[in-house]
């Protein structure tokens, strides 16, 4: 059997778990490993909640919801429904198997795990051949300055529906923070580094943001491809073109690469966009970047496994 | 208005909550005060677990799960499936909405609360008007010995269906652990204090274990009732017969009152038997304590008013 590619995918929750999913289903012809931000994780009811790395895993063990795209489908709310009668805040959605989740995760972090370790468990046991890191096993806050002052990720994302226009980000805790081992290990051997099309100020930032992560993206002999998460001036989900908007930058295929390349020279080589943005092509090279078209909305399973086979295409790496 | 009967009751689980409920339903005529046997409590999945203070709980906010005796009604178990899929243990059913109580029981213990006050918040959340008061704030944990060696109580009560005789029964955690203020108090101020037709050694022995407990109970100027948890030789539930055989008193009424009167000289005043016990008066009044009967099985609400009632007249105080 010849060897698989690897695959190193940094991701967000909803476009990081679809692109995830599109390696996934390449089986044996990739070794998919994925980075997961883990800025938007709270504490809610005194469990440990990892937004994003939970849609990814669902997503992986075929678990996920489809229509909320969100949490765990044929899921129950009774637990929710108690709390509710406790006096308990309601406006994050905790499902009953979701929960189980986090009830595992708290206990072996009060055990002294790390998350890393929580998470092989966990997606072990859910049958997951993909390896799923989290970026860091250190506390990392996302939060953003809209009209309202600082709110933390959460608040701003469900609680308030991401209706705030956000003029500034921060990540707490981020100066201390480190990468696992394994997140430098997974970057440093790989063959192909994707970012996926997740937000790039709040999924991906977080991630690249992290001491030691660009220096280790650069230094990589991988060639870095990036999606983008805009398709014809909007998002392909969430606030990411609203917050290009707030945030200064032309919210566009072109704009992506315009953010890649002025806040992170020499990192992305190849920007994928949507075949319906490819007027744009020659504004991103102009960047610095090469351009590639590909179809980027990947809502169904034969979409991600598309994209994926286009991104080794892309990448000069055809399955072996 | 004329003021409430003080009524103090030392509970279990399925007696005690039953008991409980019967003097909820008399309103106002009764202040109904739980003391609930902490022994049993566990932690399983990083949860901290109070199935003697839950069902009672769940009995007086009208959730409890009748066919079950354990528990709470319209019961979903989504969250156990996933805990399943993740390789714990599952000997221990935790329905979805029981978890919801022990997710915020944890996490306010974790913040610092008292055991008391995060059972005050719960109850009263759930519209309960009696006081349920844990026997204590400190770690007290129910052993037995059987041919198995020393179990904890729930490994032997659930897990392996109480069905090993048990030899011994020790409380780790009891010589330190101390009565709560509020406990105490509620012997105190009590006009009856009344021992639930819960099991003698495992869930009443516990709270009369506690440093303090057997003085005010003697001290106080409310008379002490008991009610038999055993009628025509067999237990109401559980394993109380068998351990009285295994432990070497009679499972009968006789055998109860040879019980209190031995182990907690002057502590009862009338040993509340079974119409059907009726023959067993003498043998109880030659051990000291005044026999008296009522109907004792309180399957139903109707009996469990009941009984609630006859104690207080065999207790002199009739509803003002």
Redesign the interface.
């Known amino acids: 059997m010849s060897a698989s590619i690897r695959v190193t995918l940094l991701a967000g929750g909803y476009g990081g778990a679809r692109m995830a999913h599109g390696f996934a289903l390449l089986g044996d012809e990739v070794a998919l490993t994925v980075i997961g931000n883990t800025g938007d994780d709270l504490e809610l ?3 440990r909640i990892s937004p994003d790395l939970d849609t990814v895993m669902y997503t992986l063990a075929g678990l996920a919801n489809a229509e909320t795209g969100w949490g ?1 489908r044929d ?2 709310w ?6 509710e ?4 805040p309601t406006w994050f959605k905790l ?3 979701d ?3 986090h ?2 995760r ?3 972090l ?2 002294g795990d790390r998350l890393t370790d929580v998470t092989r ?2 997606t072990r ?2 049958g997951i051949g993909a390896a799923l890191l989290p970026m860091t096993d250190d506390p990392v806050r996302t939060k953003v300055r809209t009209s309202e002052g600082w709110l933390n990720f959460q608040d701003y994302f469900v609680r308030r529906r991401h209706q705030d226009d956000v003029h500034e980000v921060r990540f707490d805790g981020i100066e201390t923070a480190r990468p696992t081992p394994e997140v430098l290990a997974a970057v440093e051997s790989a063959d192909l580094v994707v970012i996926a099309p997740s937000n790039p100020y709040v999924s991906v930032a977080p991630i690249l943001a992290l001491g030691g992560v660009l220096d280790a993206l650069r230094a990589a002999s991988a060639p870095t491809i990036a999606i983008s998460p805009i398709v014809g001036g909007e998002a392909l989900r969430g606030p990411a073109a609203q917050m290009m908007r707030s945030l200064g930058t032309e919210p566009s295929a072109r704009g992506i690469a315009a953010h890649y390349s002025g806040r992170y020279p020499n990192l992305v080589d190849t920007l994928v966009i949507d075949e319906t943005d490819a007027a744009e092509a020659d504004a991103i090279r102009a960047r610095g970047i090469k351009p590639a078209t590909a179809g980027i909305i990947i809502a169904t399973d034969e979409q991600q496994r598309r994209l994926a086979t286009d991104l080794l295409r892309i990448a000069g790496l055809t399955p072996r």
Chains 1, 2 share one sequence.
């Open positions: 009811h005194g469990l765990v899921e129950t009774s637990a929710a429904e108690m709390l009668r406790y006096g308990e499902g009953d198997r929960l189980a989740t009830i595992i708290t206990a072996r009060a055990a468990h966990l046991a859910l």
